[in-house]
Every structure is written in structure tokens, then in C-alpha cells.
């Protein structure tokens, strides 16, 4: 199993972006994709699911309204988009495969976005 998210971003306050998250070595649908943030100097902080198998999402209430999941079955990828950016954004983002007990989950590599003027 393989997760494999977009390279760092640097954006604008107010822009948007959009990472990726492209997995393998498992059936896209079966699993949902969880999307967590660390900031610099905190800890991980949850933002929400998706199910790949029918675009079904949950979000933390400190997210919704400014971020948005969506999936790609046909290229096996999840993307997380966030929107009006302010330097509080800035952390490196993860997506998250979970797997029932007793697996482990796997973790994507990690996104740095970084917000500056």
C-alpha cells in the first residue's frame, strides 16, 4: 500500500490550493481516506474524511466551508482543497489510509503548504 501526495505549495493569503494524494496496492473504494494538518509547533489536528466509493465526506466543524474532498476513481486519487488561505494554513498536510484492527494505517508522505506574503 502506497500513498503519494503532491510536492510543497507556497500560496498568497486569500488563494487557494489543491493537493493530491494518489494511492495503491489496495482497491481504491474499500477505504476511506482520512486528510490531518500539523502546524508548526502543534499537534496533528484531524480536518475530515472521505469515502472514495461514493465521494461521501465528513468534516471537523473548524473546516467546513473552507475545504473540500474530493475523489478520482479513475486515477485512484484524493485531493484536498482549501480556500481563502491565511497564514494559520500553513502545516504540512497528510492523507490516511486506516485499517480495521489490528492494522496499522499508512500515512502519504506529507505536504508542506506554506502561506506568506
Known amino acids: 500500500v502506497q500513498l503519494v501526495q503532491s510536492g510543497a505549495e507556497l500560496r498568497n493569503p486569500g488563494a487557494s490550493v489543491k493537493v493530491s494524494c494518489k494511492v495503491s496496492?489496495?482497491?481504491?473504494?474499500?477505504?476511506?481516506i482520512d486528510w490531518l494538518r500539523q502546524a508548526p509547533g502543534q499537534g496533528l489536528e484531524w480536518m475530515g474524511r472521505?469515502?472514495?466509493?461514493?465521494?461521501?465526506?465528513k468534516y471537523a466543524p473548524k473546516f467546513r466551508g473552507s475545504v473540500t474532498f474530493t475523489a478520482d476513481t479513475s486515477t485512484s486519487t484524493v485531493y484536498v482543497e482549501l480556500s481563502s488561505l491565511t497564514s494559520e494554513d500553513t502545516a504540512v498536510y497528510y492523507c490516511v489510509r486506516n485499517s480495521p484492527p489490528p492494522g496499522s494505517p499508512f500515512w502519504g508522505q506529507g505536504t508542506q503548504v506554506t502561506v506568506s506574503a
Open positions: 472521505i469515502d472514495p466509493e461514493d465521494g461521501g465526506t
Open positions: 496496492g489496495y482497491s481504491f473504494i474499500q477505504h476511506y
